[in-house]
């Protein structure tokens, strides 16, 4: 996933420089618990408490751990902490946002940019359906496995069928009004 | 404005990738009421799809709608791919013309004619009978009683 790679480093380096807190093997691991709202209050208590470089571990923990206890109000508390995490300097706003919208929201943030879809999308649609794909299968856990949200996510499903569609012909039309003019 | 010049100007050079996003889900469509047909899975009759290029035809504001934009590209792929097929038709009828007119030009080869091209070609090119491929019957002088060398 983008956001991760990006990330990495910024945070290890960041984590270099503040070194003392919660330097000690295991210091910075969750506890062990099947219930979502102890699971986020560990996530922030660790991460306030010098884990930052562990937010994407702790991450997919929570979304493993709210699988278990799946339910509309999931969504809520994913929000509140990635606004949190961005508060706290953890992850950037952006980040926060945009890892927000890949597991909860039905459009797809591997298919955005600021430019045209013949000079963006079209210079490499493969790749991003390949992408909206396996932002797809975030969405099922994220929508369908946690939120309980199956209308939004066969919505997301049906949006990405109909984005294949709609690509193929927009990007053959700029093709061959291109090589016209 | 064709189609394709659509497509490219409002779909492809209007709108960014999150705006089309925007366009195929609709700012108030529930997603039921606006739900197409796509390509390949849709089985629709002949009939039915003329219906919906009726209705983007008629719909003089373009592709904005979110069914608009998903039946235009489905239509114009289906046009792009019905281009090719209708050309190998015409250049087969064409062939097929052809092949007439020369019938028509050169009348009908009879069975004599046909021979006489066999042994010419034999004499050109050497071509020879095709050898049957069950063994022929002996001839009859061989088939009689045998009669030693040695008999007076």
Request: net charge negative; hydrophobic share 40%; aromatic share 6%.
């Amino acid at each position: 996933m983008q956001p991760r790679t990006t990330l990495a480093p910024i945070l290890a380096a960041a984590a270099l420089a503040v070194a003392g807190c919660a330097t000690s093997p295991g210091a910075c691991e969750l506890a062990d618990t099947n219930r979502s709202e102890a699971a986020f209050a560990g996530a922030r208590t660790a991460l306030a408490g010098g884990c930052e470089t562990h937010f994407f571990t702790y991450l997919d923990q929570l979304l493993e751990v709210a699988e278990e206890d799946p339910g509309p109000v999931q969504k809520e508390r994913f929000s509140e902490f990635l606004v949190w995490s961005a508060d706290q300097g953890v992850i950037s706003r952006k980040q926060a946002q945009t890892l927000y919208n890949r597991y909860f929201n039905v459009k797809f943030v591997s298919l955005a940019g600021d430019y045209n879809n013949c000079s963006s999308t079209c210079r490499r649609p493969a790749a991003v359906l390949a992408d909206m794909e396996a932002e797809l299968r975030d969405k099922e856990q994220g929508l369908l496995k946690i939120s309980r949200d199956a209308d939004s996510y066969y919505r997301a499903n049906r949006l990405l069928q109909e984005s294949e569609l709609v690509l193929e012909a927009t990007c053959r039309a700029c093709d061959v009004r291109s090589a016209s003019r | 404005m064709s189609l394709e010049q659509r497509l490219s100007s409002e779909l492809g050079r209007g709108m960014t990738p999150w705006q089309l996003q925007e366009t195929l889900l609709g700012k108030t469509a529930t997603g039921k009421a606006t739900e197409p047909k796509l390509r390949g899975r849709s089985g629709l009759r002949l009939s039915q799809r003329f219906r919906q290029y009726y209705s983007l035809v008629a719909n003089s504001g373009g592709p904005s709608s979110p069914a608009m934009a998903v039946i235009a590209s489905d239509i114009y792929l289906d046009m792009a791919e019905a281009s090719v097929l209708i050309a190998q038709t015409r250049e087969e009828i064409a062939r097929a013309t052809l092949m007439e007119e020369l019938n028509q030009s050169f009348g009908t080869i009879t069975p004599e004619m046909q021979s006489v091209v066999d042994g010419v070609k034999t004499i050109l090119f050497g071509e020879g009978v095709a050898l049957p491929a069950v063994a022929d019957a002996p001839a009859a002088g061989e088939s009689g009683e045998f009669v030693s060398e040695l008999a007076w």
